[in-house]
């Protein structure tokens, strides 16, 4: 049996995308990527959720109630950037998690994971934005080098 592909649509049309389940092959191949826009994790009713459904990011049902990700708002002092990590993970990226939240723990950068079906996302503060990129940068170029 070949390799697992997963269909993805991007402009109506259908392509394929490999799907990288080896924890050191996804580090490699990630390429991050800072996604415009800043953006804040919120509790929202299940009206409010209706409502603003086409900003919602991501959405958690937790015992408390919905949780989102929306767009940040001027003067929201948690504004987070997100970076995608463009390698398909197929949700085994267990492996990738574990190194990108190490290396950027290991620089004191705070950071929320969040696995999509396609692809996993991090959640940074926007002040250390573009230094978390530059780590997860390299930290993709250095995957399974023995140094």
């Known amino acids: 049996m070949g390799p697992v592909k997963a269909q993805k649509f991007r402009g109506g049309l259908v392509t394929q995308t490999q799907i990288i389940r080896d924890g050191t092959d996804m580090v490699r191949q990630m390429r991050p990527v800072r996604v415009q826009g800043e953006f804040v994790f919120r509790a929202l009713s299940a009206h409010d959720v209706?409502?603003?459904?086409?900003?919602?990011?991501?959405?958690?049902?937790?015992?408390?109630?919905p949780s989102?990700?929306?767009?940040?708002?001027?003067?929201?002092?948690?504004?987070?950037?997100?970076?995608?990590?463009?390698?398909?993970?197929?949700?085994?990226?267990?492996?990738?998690?574990?190194?990108?939240?190490?290396?950027?723990?290991?620089?004191?950068?705070?950071?929320?994971?969040?696995?999509?079906?396609?692809?996993?996302h991090v959640f940074v503060p926007v002040a250390l934005a573009d230094r978390a990129l530059r780590i997860l940068q390299d930290l993709s170029k250095t995957a399974g080098t023995k140094g």
């Open 50 to 65: 209706v409502a603003r459904l086409a900003d919602i990011r991501a959405l958690m049902i937790e015992s408390e109630g």
């Open 68 to 120: 989102v990700i929306v767009p940040a708002q001027a003067g929201d002092a948690d504004a987070m950037a997100q970076i995608t990590l463009q390698v398909h993970s197929a949700l085994d990226g267990v492996g990738l998690t574990a190194a990108v939240s190490t290396a950027l723990a290991g620089a004191d950068i705070p950071c929320n994971m969040v696995a999509g079906l396609h692809h996993d």
